[in-house]
Each structure stands twice: as structure tokens, then as C-alpha cells.
């Protein structure tokens, strides 16, 4: 099983980025999914998270209104649209799947299937 996300970048405070995630899931609307990230010195945390339908997401206080997660259970895709970006938000972002969680699980051990991670970079 793979999770190949894609989309980070540098990109200016204020800007726009969009990653993406595709998994080699063939069960994929089965797992709910979330996106994570991790800062510089800092502990991995959960930003987003969207229902098996997707009809249904979760966001971190911090990205509330500003990142928007989606997924195409036809493509085994998510993504996660950031916009108004801010220095802050700078971070490894990993995708990862979960069968078990609850939506909004934040909880990385209940996340059984994680990408490798893509470096979002935004400067002052």
C-alpha cells in the first residue's frame, strides 16, 4: 500500500497551495482520511480530516476557514486546498489513512497507512 502526496512548495505568506494524495488503497472509501503536519522541532498534528463519503470534515482551529480537504473515492485521491497561507503553516505535510478512526481522530497510532510527506515552505 501506497500514499503518494504531492503539492508542497515555496510560496509566499498570503498565497495558495494545493496538495494531493493518492493512494494504492483498493478499499479506499473504506478509510477515512486526514491530512498531518509536522513543524521544525515541533510534534506532528492533525489538520484535517474527511469521512469515508467525504461528506463530512474536520479542521485544526488554525487552518479553520483558510484549508479545504476533499477526496474522489473514483481516483483514491484527497487533497487539501490552503489558502491565505501563513509562515506558521510551514511543515511537513503527510496524508494518512485510517479503517478504525473516528472522524477527526487525531491520533497519529490510529492512522495505520501514511505518505512520505511534502515540504510546504511559507516565507514572510
Known amino acids: 500500500v501506497q500514499l503518494q502526496a504531492s503539492g508542497g512548495g515555496l510560496v509566499q505568506a498570503g498565497g495558495s497551495l494545493g496538495l494531493s494524495c493518492v493512494a494504492s488503497?483498493?478499499?479506499?472509501?473504506?478509510?477515512?482520511m486526514g491530512w498531518f503536519r509536522q513543524a521544525p522541532g515541533k510534534e506532528r498534528e492533525l489538520v484535517a480530516t474527511?469521512?469515508?463519503?467525504?461528506?463530512?470534515?474536520t479542521y485544526a482551529d488554525s487552518v479553520k476557514g483558510r484549508f479545504t480537504i476533499a477526496r474522489d473515492n473514483a481516483k483514491n485521491t484527497v487533497t487539501l486546498q490552503m489558502n491565505i497561507l501563513k509562515p506558521e503553516d510551514t511543515a511537513i505535510y503527510y496524508c494518512?489513512?485510517?479503517?478504525?478512526?473516528?472522524?477527526?481522530?487525531?491520533?497519529?497510532?490510529?492512522?495505520?497507512?501514511w505518505g512520505r510527506g511534502t515540504l510546504v515552505t511559507v516565507s514572510s
Open positions: 474527511i469521512s469515508r463519503s467525504g461528506g463530512l470534515t
Open positions: 488503497l483498493r478499499t479506499f472509501s473504506l478509510f477515512v
Open positions: 494518512a489513512a485510517s479503517s478504525t478512526a473516528t472522524l477527526g481522530a487525531s491520533d497519529a497510532n490510529d492512522y495505520v497507512y
